[in-house]
């Protein structure tokens, strides 16, 4: 039982880490109908320049902070060169993101070297009736239910946020209304970043990553916003922490080495299974 | 990619307009041909690898320029056709045997994710490919019988004969070669059949197509287990060649490349494939051979095939997305026109 | 207010405005009839800067709002917030403007758009158009797909709107009945080119022009 509480709270805040990412993917995806493959990118990058920002005497806090801007920085570079002014199919974004993410590698082996690389989180660990839990997991729900508040706040009461949702919603009708939709679309790969940055610094002091973590961060996040249909962030949320939690528990009770496989059967099955729902309705699932 | 149905009718209009194409694929294939007797053994291998490619390439090109999905798992193919072959020949099945089976597994792989699989489109397929390469990866460096993740070593050579033994680097480049040729041939006449042009209205317009009779979901299987099979080909000639296997020989980021490289040559033409194979395999050399110079720390020859491949695969989609050659083509036939036009 | 000088617009590779020209003065009703495909559409999204313009000349005195074929509205956001991005980018304006215009809004102001009927959405559409506070407000399609009573208070509303605040308004319809009804002036679009103008009343008089481009008057109103 005690063991069980154990897992449920590493895998929510793993699946928090998920939900983050796919959160990020959402913002763009609604924006631009684009999957951002470089989503793993901004959680690396941000990790490690943040890394880097602590062992220049940043202090804590700030050295993080560092690391969430230059992701969100990031985010809008990878957005201007992903959607172009003349417009091109997502599929073709797509790809350019790809680009971006392998390109990354190379900035990333250059200035960090492959191996995975740590950042100095919360080291202690809370210990109540036989259970061990790592301080830093609840750090990252605590965190993660802050940004999901503020992200809530922010699509509901923002102007800005209302315009991303106007875009959305209705592309053209934003067009008429002079709203600019790539620039929108830039901005939501600006937020992409900003989510990716933040769960990157903080998943590295319970997880390093090196510079092709990125895949799997990337997939874990499709996973977690495709349960929502690319297009919901509470579902996102909700998917993501389905998923840390199904690890976490394949990971306890079964074998930790299927626990990434699990879950990428999960996200086949849920993505076909809703464009059979979606055939079956009338509605072109073309994505 | 952004697929445009005018420019895919001059193209092919330009193509069939002069006979410069099958002139300059005849010349190709004799230099192919007396290359591997010049060809040191190093450089042998590249070729092989070049030839390798290329036949994967094509596979995608037809997936993708063709019947319009994008799939970023391709590699797993090239994986499941090397591990066929290495597994089957590890367990006394003659190599001949195991080298043709490699391609019929490939393709009854590709026939049983590929019915749910292709139920999705763009994106999610996409990703769907990529999550499956991920998952037999991470099964397959999980299963002992399967060599885990250390791999299969010392797979025997290909046998094709009891007594002809392909032994030397340069057999295998002819042996490449030839396979490559074969594919070729194998995928312009489908291209030029009726299911081909069936394809490639799938690719401009679904919807379209199937509204014009075309056997949509049918088509798009086919096309997919084709690609498979040319995947399952490449594989089994590279576990016989290089005698090792892993699943680290198969990333996600070989995927990529294979993106590339179509990309690079331009994915409406199976010869774009063949070129994007050659002008990729050419610059990771050239690549490795700066990356390896004096001074340089280890990881240079990495950096300098990521940093390539990203901002390639950028560059060309952005500025080029009809790949290298219809650009330069395009570039040709400006300059030629405006010198008539001066005439 | 707006002079249109000669205009050609492209669409697809087609002609679909073919050297246009036409004016409206301030505070002009002036309406842009003709049968479907005629160009109309082509015309007011160049003149809203929405489609390029590829020949002549488009001048604007004043602020120009355009209410889209369509009604366009964010079907997923409240009419309050719809409203509010008819400012966009100008995010201090507040929604009680057109709430005090038409009152009739504020009742729906929480309700999704994409749950309204037609009427009220055409009208939430105009009321998001005036939140730019327009000296020139162009409607697409006044009519389309609404009931000919929804049309009619439509209408009424939109001459109010007119006499209050002297905008100018420039409708463009298929029925000829609602436009020549509500507007002082019009031009018949056909095939990309204006084939007659003048006041409604000369229109009207001139029947064969109705029979010939629209089909007569029966379309709309009994």
């Given at each position: 039982m005690n063991q069980l509480i154990g897992y449920l709270i590493n895998g929510i805040a793993v699946g928090c880490i998920y939900a983050m990412l796919g959160s990020g993917l959402v913002a763009i995806y609604r924006v631009t109908t684009v999957v951002n493959v470089a989503q793993g990118t901004f959680a690396v990058m941000g990790g490690l320049i943040a890394s880097s920002a602590l062992s220049f005497g940043l202090p804590h806090g700030l050295g993080e902070l560092v690391g969430v801007i230059a992701a969100g920085i990031l985010g809008l570079l990878v957005g201007k060169i992903a959607l172009t002014k003349g417009g091109i199919s997502p599929i073709s974004s797509l790809v350019i993101t790809i680009g971006l993410a392998v390109a990354a590698y190379a900035l990333e082996v250059g200035l960090w070297g492959s191996l995975p690389v740590s950042l100095a989180g919360i080291r202690s660990v809370l210990r109540f009736s036989g259970v061990a839990i790592q301080d830093q997991y609840l750090l990252i729900i605590a965190v993660s239910i802050v940004i999901f508040i503020g992200l809530w706040a922010f699509f509901s009461k923002s102007y800005i946020g209302l315009a991303l949702t106007a875009c959305s919603s209705n592309s053209y009708g934003a067009r008429v209304m002079g709203i600019?939709?790539?620039?929108?679309?830039?901005?939501?790969?600006?937020?992409?970043?900003?989510?990716?940055?933040?769960?990157?610094?903080?998943?590295?002091?319970?997880?390093?990553?090196?510079?092709?973590?990125?895949?799997?961060?990337?997939v874990m996040g499709f996973a977690a916003a495709v349960i929502g249909g690319m297009t919901r962030f509470e579902y996102a949320l909700a998917g993501g922490v389905v998923l840390g939690v199904v690890e976490e528990l394949i990971a306890g009770y079964w074998q930790a080495r299927y626990q990434l496989e699990v879950a990428l059967g999960i996200v086949i099955l849920t993505m076909v299974f809703e464009g059979a729902l979606n055939a079956r309705r009338g509605t072109a699932a073309w994505r | 990619m952004a697929i445009d149905t005018q420019k895919v009718q001059e193209i092919s209009k330009s193509k069939s307009g002069s006979r410069l194409p099958l002139f300059g694929a005849a010349i190709a294939l004799i230099v192919a041909l007396l290359l591997p007797s010049v060809l040191n053994s190093a450089n042998s291998s590249v070729y092989v690898y070049t030839m390798l490619y290329a036949i994967v390439a094509v596979g995608l090109s037809l997936l993708i320029g063709y019947a319009g999905q994008v799939s970023l798992g391709q590699a797993v193919f090239v994986a499941v056709g090397a591990y066929t072959a290495a597994i089957l020949s590890a367990h006394g099945v003659p190599t001949i045997l195991?080298?043709?089976?490699?391609?019929?597994?490939?393709?009854?792989?590709?026939?049983?994710?590929?019915?749910?699989?292709?139920?999705?489109?763009?994106?999610?397929?996409?990703?769907?490919?990529?999550?499956?390469?991920?998952?037999?990866?991470?099964?397959?460096?999980?299963?002992?019988?399967?060599?885990?993740?250390?791999?299969?070593?010392?797979?025997?050579?290909?046998?094709?004969?009891?007594?002809?033994?392909?032994?030397?680097?340069?057999?295998?480049?002819?042996?490449?070669?030839?396979?490559?040729?074969?594919?070729?041939?194998?995928?312009?006449?489908?291209?030029?059949?009726?299911?081909?042009?069936?394809?490639?209205?799938?690719?401009?317009?679904?919807?379209?197509?199937?509204?014009?009779?075309?056997?949509?979901?049918?088509?798009?299987?086919?096309?997919?287990?084709?690609?498979?099979?040319?995947?399952?080909?490449?594989?089994?000639?590279?576990?016989?060649?290089?005698?090792?296997?892993?699943?680290?020989?198969?990333?996600?980021?070989?995927?990529?490349?294979?993106?590339?490289?179509?990309?690079?040559?331009?994915?409406?033409?199976?010869?774009?494939?063949?070129?994007?194979?050659?002008?990729?395999?050419?610059?990771?050399?050239?690549?490795?051979?700066?990356?390896?110079?004096?001074?340089?720390?280890?990881?240079?020859?990495?950096?300098?095939?990521?940093?390539?491949?990203?901002?390639?695969?950028?560059?060309?989609?952005?500025?080029?997305?009809?790949?290298?050659v219809a650009w330069f083509g395009k570039r040709l036939g400006r300059l030629t026109t405006a010198s008539k036009n001066l005439d | 207010?707006?002079?249109?000088?000669?205009?050609?617009?492209?669409?697809?590779?087609?002609?679909?405005?073919?050297?246009?020209?036409?004016?409206?003065?301030?505070?002009?009703?002036?309406?842009?009839?003709?049968?479907?495909?005629?160009?109309?559409?082509?015309?007011?999204?160049?003149?809203?800067?929405?489609?390029?313009?590829?020949?002549?000349?488009?001048?604007?005195?004043?602020?120009?709002?355009?209410?889209?074929?369509?009604?366009?509205?964010?079907?997923?956001?409240?009419?309050?917030?719809?409203?509010?991005?008819?400012?966009?980018?100008?995010?201090?304006?507040?929604?009680?403007?057109?709430?005090?215009?038409?009152?009739?809004?504020?009742?729906?102001?929480?309700?999704?758009?994409?749950?309204?009927?037609?009427?009220?959405?055409?009208?939430?559409?105009?009321?998001?158009?005036?939140?730019?506070?327009?000296?020139?407000?162009?409607?697409?399609?006044?009519?389309?797909?609404?009931?000919?009573?929804?049309?009619?208070?439509?209408?009424?509303?939109?001459?109010?709107?007119?006499?209050?605040?002297?905008?100018?308004?420039?409708?463009?319809?298929?029925?000829?009945?609602?436009?020549?009804?509500?507007?002082?002036?019009?031009?018949?679009?056909?095939?990309?080119?204006?084939?007659?103008?003048?006041?409604?009343?000369?229109?009207?008089?001139?029947?064969?022009?109705?029979?010939?481009?629209?089909?007569?008057m029966g379309d709309g109103q009994p």
């Open positions: 600019d939709v790539r620039r929108m679309g830039v901005i939501a790969f600006g937020l992409g970043g900003v989510l990716g940055g933040l769960s990157g610094i903080l998943i590295m002091p319970v997880q390093p990553l090196s510079f092709n973590s990125d895949i799997n961060l990337v | 195991a080298f043709i089976l490699a391609p019929f597994v490939s393709m009854m792989v590709a026939l049983i994710v590929g019915i749910p699989l292709l139920t999705l489109r763009g994106n999610y397929l996409a990703f769907g490919t990529l999550a499956l390469q991920l998952i037999i990866l991470g099964v397959v460096a999980n299963t002992t019988f399967l060599g885990g993740s250390l791999g299969i070593p010392s797979i025997p050579q290909l046998g094709l004969t009891s007594s002809l033994q392909l032994g030397s680097a340069k057999s295998y480049a002819w042996l490449s070669l030839v396979l490559l040729v074969g594919v070729l041939i194998v995928s312009r006449n489908l291209i030029n059949s009726r299911p081909g042009r069936g394809l490639r209205a799938l690719a401009t317009t679904e919807i379209g197509a199937a509204a014009a009779g075309v056997p949509v979901g049918r088509y798009r299987l086919y096309a997919f287990l084709l690609s498979a099979a040319y995947g399952g080909i490449a594989g089994a000639v590279y576990a016989f060649f290089t005698g090792f296997i892993s699943p680290n020989s198969f990333s996600v980021l070989l995927s990529i490349e294979f993106i590339v490289m179509i990309m690079v040559g331009g994915s409406r033409s199976i010869w774009g494939a063949v070129v994007g194979a050659f002008v990729i395999s050419i610059l990771v050399q050239v690549l490795n051979t700066l990356g390896t110079l004096h001074g340089l720390p280890n990881s240079m020859p990495a950096i300098f095939s990521y940093a390539a491949y990203g901002l390639l695969l950028v560059v060309i989609i952005r500025y080029m997305p009809d790949g290298i | 207010m707006l002079e249109v000088a000669n205009l050609v617009v492209h669409y697809d590779g087609a002609v679909a405005v073919d050297d246009v020209t036409m004016r409206i003065e301030n505070s002009e009703l002036v309406s842009l009839i003709g049968p479907n495909g005629a160009g109309k559409s082509s015309l007011i999204k160049a003149v809203a800067g929405l489609v390029p313009i590829d020949g002549g000349k488009v001048s604007l005195q004043g602020r120009l709002a355009y209410v889209p074929e369509g009604r366009q509205l964010f079907r997923d956001l409240t009419v309050d917030q719809n409203l509010r991005l008819g400012a966009w980018p100008n995010r201090r304006q507040s929604t009680d403007y057109v709430y005090d215009l038409l009152p009739e809004i504020k009742k729906f102001e929480k309700r999704k758009a994409g749950q309204l009927s037609g009427g009220e959405q055409q009208l939430v559409a105009v009321a998001r158009g005036l939140m730019a506070k327009p000296d020139l407000l162009a409607i697409d399609e006044l009519s389309l797909g609404l009931s000919p009573l929804a049309a009619a208070k439509l209408v009424s509303n939109l001459i109010s709107l007119h006499e209050s605040l002297g905008i100018a308004l420039l409708i463009v319809e298929q029925s000829a009945t609602v436009a020549l009804k509500m507007c002082q002036r019009a031009y018949v679009m056909e095939a990309g080119r204006i084939v007659k103008s003048g006041t409604s009343s000369e229109l009207i008089e001139s029947g064969e022009m109705l029979d010939a481009y629209l089909g007569g």
